[in-house]
């Protein structure tokens, strides 16, 4: 079973910075694509940011521009630097590894932006 742990959540001031982590222990980490997502309160879960294994990265209309997500693959990590966060970038921020047929989801890590 792979094992996938978000770190680096936390409460910051609208517009100051955090970056999260992604630790996965999948043995075809450098093959797979991953995926940033989050939920807010009373909403459904949004995808935020996806790197794919060449590299090449998506990101939501709300983040571009403000997130970026990178990986280390040597360390088997997957990152998400948040600058000029918003009130509304509030929500449980979760990571997923697409590992075909599978998807292996962390359990979450909170993130929260005070005015």
């Known amino acids: 079973q792979v094992q996938v742990v978000e770190s680096g959540g936390g409460l910051v001031q609208a517009g100051g910075s955090l970056r999260l982590s992604c630790v996965s222990s999948?043995?075809?980490?450098?093959?797979?694509?991953i995926g940033w997502f989050r939920q807010a309160p009373g909403k459904q879960r949004e995808s935020v940011a996806l790197i794919y294994s060449s590299g090449s990265t998506n990101y939501a209309d709300a983040v571009k521009g403000r997130f970026t997500i990178s990986r280390d693959n040597a360390k088997k990590t997957v990152y998400l630097q948040m600058n000029s966060l918003k009130i509304e970038d509030t929500a449980v921020y979760y990571c997923v590894i697409y590992d075909p047929p599978e998807e292996h989801w962390g359990q979450g890590t909170q993130v929260t932006v005070s005015s």
């Open positions: 999948g043995r075809r980490f450098s093959s797979n694509g």
